[in-house]
């Protein structure tokens, strides 16, 4: 039922007399179990003689700031962060404990606790303005200065690429300060065609949970012209934006700032990541508690843990601490929990298997507690511990399961058991069919590369988990270039995806090159590098994606792009890409064909998908679309041709029409999902309006356009 997987081993630390143990909770038995672990209180030195106050340890993160939300945006600056090793407190106080909230297009909050303020971290710069000024600055955007920091409590942020120009230099942020260092200041590099995002300061390091963590790290920078933006800090600040790659969020509870944002096309502002929420630590000495009349009140949901000899509480909202003196006010947990369930799903494969996140919702009424799961109601406690309050399993067998959680406190142990908490339905075999928007053919004033065409994958008879949200993308079209020395744009992603997690993804087509270019780019110029690549004249050719790729090494989707011909000796461009073949290169005088697709009946009639669009010329005779939608490059008669519609075929390249000198390319064709199964089984459950259709005993959902799939077994 249950992989082993999912159980836990467990370090017990015990004190004193005791020595640590390292016990496989796999394997042990009771009588093992109860045999080294003491009971509570805890036997250790003794406390401390009763006084007015106990001494306490304790760390403040300020909330960390968001990263910029426009073009080549800097990453967020990191919250102040403060450690006390040792102050006192009043035993029957109550203490108010705020925890700064991070940035969202703003700075990030203050934390404050016994009189301190850690103060938020700055906001990155938004486009074309300087970063914010905050414990730690935010990082510059386009060709601005970082934020400067507040003395003493930070860092400043790092500046964008090129201040005082404006040209493909600038299109990188800065990254955002951190506690612990500057931000990164962007980079220009020749590989790139452009500037390097600067990366996010480094935080401060603290061992006070009981483990060597980070707070108040710099969000990276955000850019246009890398595959990736700018890293975090500390790897607990927000990485920025990339072509390939999202503005990241701070790390919850560490007060680091969110990566910068970036831009996709002159409407498509890329947004810039939160930063996190900062974070108040209070840790007091385990042997307190021996004391049976000292006791720890918390409002605001405290995590709390026991590493070494020390109580840790970890708030991560606001909330009250106070340290009481007097009878523990104890009795018999009241025990609740909940489950959230997820097929588990790698890159291309989905199991009929399901992973169950259990969250604990038991009021223990005490600090120490003995938490065991039984995930199938069976008598035998699968996963246990201490501090085990939330924890995961993985059923593998269809049935219908009951859950059972015992609590043990000081007082004694109380169970619950949720009958019938966890159905799991059999698999159904589903044939997959996902293929994203083709490139743009690019434009040119004498030739250019047609575009590649989308990316595609065919996955036939693939067991799939059923009762589960299954997330439909469809790629568009790649936009044409857009002036007479503009190269296509990459199409768009398709990708079918359980909770955000990629089943399959197919990369969208490269966009054809301009021709005369020397550089490449990413997405285009040159045959850009896409799900298959296209062709460009006087460039490197656009790389596909398949095994051993310099753009993405995976299982084929598709071709490189073809090559063009010199101007000097009869300019031309290259085919772009297919999935089922290569670009053709150029001839002089003669464009390059568009590489051809791939045919499949999964809607019971044959249908060519994908097929590279074909070059332009200055002479008479262009290169044809390849099978699959691609568009005809243009040449000095006729104008080029998109590509088709729900293809993901490539469009074609401009060429240099005499006439009305027409030479812009064409936009590339938008992709297509395809999804069937055998009638056996009740329709699924969709939005999105996917054309649904009957054929061969088979149910078939042709998604134009983005939606949701939710497959039944019945």
Known sequence: MKSKSSY???????????????????SITNNQFTSVLPTYPYPVAPAPSPSPGYNIGYLLAGGGGSGGSDYYSGGGGGGEVIEVPNTSVVLNTTYTIVVGTGGNNSNGSNTTFLGNVAVGGGAGGAGNTTGSI??????????????????????????????GSV???????????????????????????????????????????????????????????????????????????????????????????????????????????????GVAIVKISTSYFSNTSFYVSTTGNPI?????????????????????????????????FSGNITAIVTESIVTGSILVSFTNLSNTLSNVNLYEWDFDNNNVVESTGYFLANTTAVYNTPGTYSVKLTVTNETGASSKTIANFITVTPPIPVTYLVVAGGGGGAGSYDSAGGGGGGGLIYAPEVNSVTDIIYTVIVGAGGPAGSGQTASGSRGGDSNISISGTNVYRAYGGGGGAISGSSSTSNGGSGGGQGGSGSGGSSTPKGVGVYPGSTYVSNTRQGYDGGTGVNLDTGGSAGGGG??????????????????????YSITDTSVFYAGGGGGGTRASTSGTGGSGGGGTGGNNAIPATSGNVNTGGGGGGGGLNLFNFNTLGSGGGSGVVIMSHANVYSNAIVTGSPNVTYANSNVIYRFWQSGTIRFSNV
């Open 8 to 26: 836990r081993s467990k370090t017990i630390s015990t004190f004193g007399r005791y020595n640590t143990a390292n016990i496989n909770l796999n």
């Open 134 to 163: 905050g414990s730690s600055g935010g990082g510059g955007g386009y060709g601005n200065l970082g934020g400067s920091s507040i003395a003493g409590r930070g860092y400043p942020g790092g500046r964008a690429g090129s201040i």
């Open 167 to 277: 040209n493909v230099y600038d299109e990188a942020g800065g990254g955002g300060g951190g506690f612990g260092g500057a931000g990164g200041n962007a980079t220009t590099s020749l590989s790139v065609g452009g500037s390097l995002a600067g990366n996010g300061g480094i935080g401060y390091s603290s061992s006070i949970s009981g483990n060597i963590s980070y707070y108040g790290a710099g969000g990276g920078g955000g850019t246009i012209r890398s595959s990736s933006g700018g890293s975090g800090g500390s790897n607990v600040g927000g990485s920025g934006y990339g072509l390939y790659s999202s503005a990241k969020p701070g790390v919850l509870g560490t007060g680091s700032g969110g990566g910068g944002g970036g831009w996709s096309s002159p409407t498509s502002t890329i947004l810039g990541g939160t930063g996190a929420s």
């Open 304 to 336: 709390i843990t026991y590493p070494e000899s020390n109580t840790v509480y970890t708030f991560t909202n606001s909330g009250t601490i106070s340290f009481r003196s007097g009878t523990r006010p104890l009795g018999l947990p009241n025990v609740n």
């Open 578 to 599: 297919g999935a089922g073949g290569v670009g053709a290169n150029a001839a002089a005088m003669l464009g390059g064909n568009g590489g051809i697709g791939l045919a």
